[in-house]
């Protein structure tokens, strides 16, 4: 079974809300999961009622509560209803959340009471690290002893975070540069910009303002060969040996030629999310934020949520280089407009593993969603 000090499994898994929700993206907070299993027996839903009853302890900024359960019959319980912000439930009805967190073997075809269940809840930190386990031997006093412990743990801003494993290189691009590719989007200005998510096995585009609003022009050879020349003259020359010396990552290719536009007109802004977690992005190893005019605007700076509250700004013309791995956001933007160029780093490995996976890459163009219902797990 996972224990303190143990990193807690990503999974994706059904909520009332969203039937891919990705658990990993709300790492930047303290996490309760409660494996219940059911509520069918009286004990289970008595620790159920007494985990509602302390709500107030979840807000989805300090804290937030995921409960499980593996139990068909729990799918209209008003028992597990989302209260949000702050408390959703996981319907794990195929027990693959609950057997990742090794709390049961799946058994197909078998009821809950008849599965040998670990019961227990769990508590994380923000980085998604384990800090305790509370079986549910007494459940009458279960979750006042979990949110007890909670209740005690130091405010998120209470002490001084470590920094974000991120490369700031400074004078990148030249003034002047920055200039010209700014002028290359406002030529032609930019389209809908869209993210990446696993659709029925595929690499799909999606277009979701609430996940995501920017506008993103590309950079094509037949109209911008110079400025593409530009770029990755400079990237080779003066970035890709800061990658060498601070991350012993050997560089050797870049995905996309985009200058990006954050516009506080529309609201720009792109909620937490990592830039690798499908097959069609799996080759990605370093994302790059260069600002090329990083006095224009208010917000919309970078922030990494597993890492603390603290927010980055490379100065105009600098880079900010970080792992695609590492859950990160662009706050929105209040005021003004940031242009960025925003690609990506890998090497031949990675190039071998892209090819291997443009079969799973949906080329048919971005889905775009319908606006959220009230009951959206946000």
Known sequence: MIAPGDPAPWFVGRTHGKPHFHFDTVAGRYIVLSFFAS?????????????????????????????????PEDKDSELIKPLLPGMRFFLDFDMA???????????????????????????????????AVFDMRDPAGHASAVLGYLSALPDLDAQPQPPAPVLVVP????????GELIAAYLAVGGDDSGFMREVNGKTTGIIDHVMKKRADCFLHPSNHKALINGV??????????????A?????????????????????GYFRPHRDNTTRGTSHRRFAVSINLNSED??????????????????????ALVFSCSLLHEATRITSGRRFACLPF??????????????????????????????????
């Open 39 to 71: 509520t069918r027996p009286a004990t289970q839903a008595t620790i159920v009622r007494a985990f509602r009853a302390g709500r107030n302890h979840f807000d989805d900024k300090r804290a937030c509560f995921f409960g499980i359960t593996i139990d």
């Open 97 to 131: 959340i609950s057997a990742k967190f090794e709390l049961c073997t799946p058994v197909k075809g078998h009821m809950p009471e008849a599965i040998n269940y670990t019961s227990c809840s769990m508590v994380l930190d923000p980085r998604m690290r384990v800090l």
């Open 171 to 178: 004078r990148l691009f030249e003034p002047d540069f920055c």
């Open 232 to 245: 990755r003259q400079r990237l080779h020359s003066r970035l890709f040996p800061e990658v060498q010396r």
């Open 247 to 267: 991350f012993q990552f050997a560089a050797t290719r870049i995905e996309r030629y985009v200058i990006a536009c954050y516009d506080s007109d529309t609201g």
């Open 297 to 318: 605007y208010v917000g919309c700076d970078l922030r990494f949520p597993e890492f603390g509250p603290q927010t980055y700004r490379p100065p105009t013309g600098g």
């Open 345 to 378: 780093l890998y090497d031949e490995d990675g190039e071998a593993t892209r090819i291997k996976n443009l079969v799973h890459v949906d080329a048919e163009g971005a889905i775009r969603h319908p606006p959220p219902s009230p009951h959206r797990d946000e």
